[in-house]
């Protein structure tokens, strides 16, 4: 089915808008999957929060002119799909990984974050990155540990004193 004109504009101008804002985007090759296969992606890209879209490459194209994802549009070579994480970086490369890992016939071929274009196999470096909560706790893990040490340090001359009597006690009564 072609779409006319004014069908294109919205694609373009959807994809434009999402690509504004997303922090990273990844293209990856989908040939030989199957349309269960498909929706199931879909379904889990839905569940992630995660913009996924079958686009013509040259809507993409156009679409990824004068954003952020600007580098990657020569290199849309391909049937291909366009997954732009909403919040945090590494979530539509986690979807993407996982996904791949039971079927491998979804490759990634295009890497991007804030506008810098990686290597394909840099998807499991942007896939492992924390994701917002998971920074939160380990930022407050790293300020409240030194915290801890202080207050562990001011306490330990009164155990130490404490032991002492404690052992000066069982001294006397084995006396």
């Not at 990844?26 to 030989?32: F, L, S």
């Not at 990686?118 to 924390?130: E, I, Q, T, V, Y």
Request: proline share 3%.
């Amino acid at each position: 089915m072609s779409l006319n004109l004014e069908q294109k504009k919205v694609i373009v101008g959807e994809i434009a808008e999402v690509a504004a804002q997303a922090p990273s985007a990844i293209a990856a090759e989908y040939i030989g999957l199957s349309v269960a296969d498909m929706t199931k992606l879909r379904q889990q890209a839905r569940e992630a929060g995660i913009y996924l879209r079958v686009v013509r490459n040259t809507l993409a194209r156009r679409a990824l002119e004068d954003t952020k994802f600007d580098c990657m549009r020569d290199e849309l070579v391909g049937p291909l799909l366009l997954a732009f994480s909403n919040e945090e970086p590494g979530s539509a490369a986690r979807v993407i990984r996982d996904f791949a890992k039971d079927n491998e016939k979804l490759v990634a071929k295009l890497v991007s974050l804030d506008g810098k274009l990686l290597a394909a196999n840099d998807l499991d470096r942007l896939a492992s990155m924390p994701t917002l909560d998971q920074a939160r706790a380990m930022l407050l893990g790293l300020l409240q540990a030194p915290a801890t040490t202080f207050v562990r340090v001011l306490a330990e001359p009164e155990g130490k004193f404490v032991r002492l009597l404690a052992a000066y006690r069982d001294q006397q009564k084995a006396a």
